[in-house]
């Protein structure tokens, strides 16, 4: 059975850090792209930040550059999301996800993408 399995949110208060995790297992995604989600309370999903099958190149959305760094470990098959200067508007549940139908290639949104965890609530408060 393949499982992505997020872990690290919490309670934070405004400007805090936090550092997600998400392991898999279950198959491989050695060759494709990874990337975090996050959706709040009424609010489509949205992409967070994306990384290619060997880290070397990332994406990240405008409300988090410069503030977030995905990064991942191929030979664990873990990818990571350190998130600094936390905002009360980024409450949400953050997921990883894969697109196992890309090899080496980036991918960008949610629909690109086939394999999801369940999530983990981060809650940053004012």
């Known amino acids: 059975q393949v499982q992505l399995v997020e872990s690290g949110g919490g309670l934070v208060q405004t400007g805090d850090s936090l550092r997600l995790s998400c392991a898999t297992s279950?198959?491989?995604?050695?060759?494709?792209?990874m990337g975090w989600f996050r959706q709040a309370p009424g609010k489509e999903r949205e992409l967070v930040a994306t990384v290619n099958w060997n880290g070397s190149s990332t994406y990240y959305s405008d409300f988090v550059k410069g503030r977030f760094t995905i990064s991942r470990d191929s030979a664990k098959n873990t990818i990571d999301l350190q998130m600094d200067s936390l905002e009360p508007e980024e409450t949400a549940i953050y997921y990883c996800?894969?697109?196992?139908?890309?090899?080496?290639?980036?991918?960008?949104?949610?629909?690109?993408?086939?394999?999801w965890g369940q999530g983990t609530q981060v809650t940053v408060s004012s």
């Open positions: 279950g198959r491989t995604f050695s060759l494709n792209p």
């Open positions: 996800a894969a697109d196992t139908r890309t090899n080496y290639r980036m991918s960008y949104g949610a629909p690109e993408y086939d394999y």
